[in-house]
């Protein structure tokens, strides 16, 4: 593992089905994010922690949970998808502020 | 809501001219950052200008700042096929480790 590792890559999820969106980081990072982009909105904030036991809400947090037990995996959870959590959902950490993010490679999420 | 504002939205230019992007954003920062995406790819970060700062150099990269107008430009010289990717501004909100993302510059660069 170097970096960020998200998985799945893809997957098709029925509506109403909960789902664990996988982040796992090897670099120490202490703070790590979840972000969703949609064509033409950008990257939007869902969640994010500073450090391992904290947790925080984003712009868009509804329908998704997070979780950050240690400070290499910070899982994103949908309890009950909805069409409209079709997206690419991309993790990131950094060292702290005023650092670069980086980035995992994403996971595109298709809900029919 | 978007703190960061890219312009244009497209940009299109021959392979050896300069390329410039500009980010506008709405309230006070400590840093702004510049991040490029390949297509499918996740982000990549570029450069980190502090609001101390006014310019930054990074290879064929230049970054300004200018707080009192709360805009920065990216500029990349000599562009490349390899420069073709989506461009994106962020800046942090309410001064704390969370950054929030324009919706970013295409950039396509014409052989």
């Known amino acids: 593992i170097a970096g960020i590792t998200q998985a799945p890559t893809s997957q098709i999820l029925a509506a109403g089905r909960r789902m664990t969106l996988r982040c796992t980081q090897d670099m120490r990072h202490n703070a790590m994010y979840w972000y969703r982009q949609d064509l033409g909105l950008g990257l939007r904030l869902i969640h994010y922690?500073?450090?391992?036991?904290?947790?925080g809400k984003g712009e868009v947090p509804d329908g998704y949970s997070v979780s950050r037990a240690n400070t290499d995996d910070f899982p994103l959870t949908l309890a009950s998808a909805v069409p409209s959590q079709t997206s690419v959902y991309f993790c990131?950490?950094?060292?702290?502020?005023?650092?670069?993010?980086?980035f995992g490679s994403g996971t595109r999420l298709t809900v029919v | 809501s978007q703190q960061g504002e890219e312009d244009p939205q497209a940009l299109s230019i021959q392979e050896g001219e300069n390329a410039t992007m500009n980010c506008s954003y709405k309230t006070s920062i400590n840093n702004l950052q510049w991040y490029r995406q390949n297509s499918g790819r996740g982000l990549v970060h570029l450069i980190l200008i502090r609001s101390n700062e006014r310019e930054k150099h990074s290879g064929r990269l230049r970054v300004t700042l200018d707080t009192s107008k709360k805009s920065s430009s990216l500029l990349i010289t000599a562009s490349r096929a390899a420069d073709t990717a989506s461009y994106f501004c962020?800046?942090?909100?309410?001064?704390?480790?969370?950054?929030?993302f324009g919706k970013g510059t295409r950039l396509h660069i014409l052989p």
């Open positions: 922690s500073n450090t391992a036991g904290t947790t």
């Open positions: 962020a800046t942090d909100v309410n001064r704390d480790d969370k950054i929030i």
């Open positions: 990131a950490s950094s060292p702290g502020q005023a650092s670069g993010y980086t």
